[in-house]
């Protein structure tokens, strides 16, 4: 299985701050990267795809990079509906494994 | 609108069984691989198990196989997880996924979950 390692774990951050999440994979997954968000009680909500292609009706403050091991979502300017849990998740090869997730959370 | 409405949650206990359904609509579903990802409570996101569009190809988690069961019935746009020989870990929301297909596989359609307990 390929292993995703978010981080950080956590982190507090203001309205209007610039944010960024990192995660990498043990290895290269190429481009075959994706991002979720999660609030509390509702399903993952598919926020990136393709390491940096933005879903529909996704934000254009949220940006995805990377390829190969080393990937980054931004969120530009946080938003107050942007407190959440984020995954990053690997769709190169079955089981399809997922980051631990990344809390943010208000300062 | 694609919608992905999961049912057949609820308690059950140690070595018992239950099955999931996934009601699909708004899509060919038949045109789609699917897929079962639960959420044990605080924890993460683990991918369970998929199928692919025409059901005659499956794969499961390590910790699941031999024990759940993936199917689909394409006439009835619907998703079902045979769930066995369950165990306390087996505690989680289970969430019903669409694949977006090829080339890039993501998940681009959740459901809202159904809660499985396993608990004496």
């Known amino acids: 299985d390929i292993q995703m390692t978010q981080s950080p774990s956590s982190l507090s951050a203001s309205v209007g701050d610039r944010v960024t999440i990192t995660c990498r994979a043990r290895?290269?997954?190429?481009?075959?990267l994706n991002w979720y968000q999660q609030k509390p009680g509702k399903a993952p909500k598919l926020l990136i795809y393709?390491?940096?292609s933005l879903q529909s009706g996704v934000p254009t403050r949220f940006s995805g990079s990377g390829t190969g091991t080393d990937f980054t979502l931004s969120i530009s300017s946080l938003q107050p509906e942007d407190f959440a849990t984020y995954y990053c998740?690997?769709?190169?090869?079955?089981?399809?494994?997922f980051g631990q997730g990344t809390k943010v959370e208000i300062k | 609108e694609v919608q992905l409405v999961e049912s057949g949650g609820g308690l059950a206990q140690p070595g018992g069984s239950l099955r999931l359904s996934c009601a699909a609509s708004?899509?060919?579903?038949?045109?789609?691989?699917m897929h079962w990802v639960r959420q044990a409570p605080g924890q993460g996101l683990v991918w369970v198990s998929r199928?692919?569009?025409?059901?005659?190809?499956?794969s499961y988690a390590d910790s699941v196989k031999g024990r759940f069961t993936i199917s689909r019935d394409n006439a009835k746009n619907t998703l079902y997880l045979q769930m066995n020989s369950l165990r306390a870990e087996d505690t989680a929301v289970y969430y019903c996924?669409?694949?977006?297909?090829?080339?890039?596989?993501?998940?681009?359609?959740w459901g809202q979950g159904t809660l499985v307990t396993v608990s004496s």
């Open positions: 996924v669409r694949e977006s297909g090829w080339p890039k596989n993501y998940f681009d359609y």
């Open positions: 708004g899509f060919i579903f038949s045109n789609y691989w």
């Open positions: 199928i692919n569009a025409d059901g005659r190809s499956t």
């Open positions: 290895q290269s997954i190429g481009s075959y």
């Open positions: 393709a390491a940096s």
């Open positions: 998740q690997q769709s190169y090869t079955t089981p399809q494994t």
